[in-house]
């Protein structure tokens, strides 16, 4: 299996500009996580999805931030606009249907930096 | 509710000596408990994971963690600590039945020579 995969893995872009990041869960998972990682805040869970539908975006910082995920192989997470204080490293994390043990697997993380 | 602390933000051992990274938790139904270890620009990776079976859970690169509910812990252990092991570590609890899961702050492990 080709695990998590993320897309791009670096973004550079200016603020202001719209940010796409894009995530392909694991073959199977039905569970899909966005996280955003870092030095201050730590690992946030920014929004989870189960079959396709948003479970909880309790985390999502404010509206600049949406995130979808159009069909069981594909999720995108879109800041609009984006500002310095987005920078970070985003992971999207996978899961197997209830029922097994829980465990996420991550993908390798875009590193955002919004100058 | 679910929570997960680990006691130590930063801890430093010496190359050879023994790791000991702790993790206590909280949850109000049976947890699954998991290791992860982040190396420098790189995701997360499962390090050991524990599902209700052997209390002992022995993980990969010489890694194990036991389960103790009495102490509601899950610290991680390696009897001889190797360069290569200087990493991020977090813990993490996810309650059986719902696919939360509950990270905590991380412990950052400096291996010395």
């Known amino acids: 299996d080709a695990g998590v995969i993320q897309s791009p893995r670096h973004e550079v872009t200016e603020m202001g500009q719209e940010v796409t990041l894009r995530c392909k869960p694991i073959s199977g998972h039905n569970s899909l996580f966005w996280y955003r990682q870092t030095m201050m805040r730590g690992l946030e869970l920014l929004i989870y999805?189960?079959?396709?539908?948003?479970?909880?975006d309790s985390g999502m910082p404010e509206d600049r931030f949406s995130a979808k995920m159009p069909n069981a192989s594909f999720s995108t997470l879109k800041i609009q606009p984006s500002e310095p204080r987005d920078s970070a490293v985003y992971f999207c994390?996978?899961?197997?249907?209830?029922?097994?043990?829980?465990?996420?697997?991550f993908g390798p993380g875009t590193r955002l930096t919004v100058l | 509710a679910q929570s997960v602390t680990q006691l130590g933000s930063h801890v430093s051992v010496s190359e050879g000596a023994l790791v000991l990274l702790r993790c206590n938790y909280s949850s109000s139904v049976p947890p699954y408990l998991f290791w992860y270890v982040q190396y420098p620009n790189q995701g997360l990776q499962l390090l050991l994971k524990y599902t209700s079976a052997a209390t002992l859970v022995k993980g990969i690169n010489g890694f194990e963690a036991e389960f103790k509910k009495s102490e509601t812990s899950f610290h991680l252990t390696k009897p001889s600590a190797h360069m290569s092991d200087a990493a991020e570590y977090f813990c993490?609890?996810?309650?059986?039945?719902?696919?939360?899961?509950?990270f905590g702050t991380g412990t950052s492990l400096t291996v010395i020579p």
């Open positions: 999805f189960n079959n396709n539908v948003p479970i909880d």
């Open positions: 993490a609890v996810s309650p059986q039945g719902r696919n939360q899961f509950y």
């Open positions: 994390a996978s899961s197997l249907p209830q029922g097994h043990d829980n465990e996420q697997f």
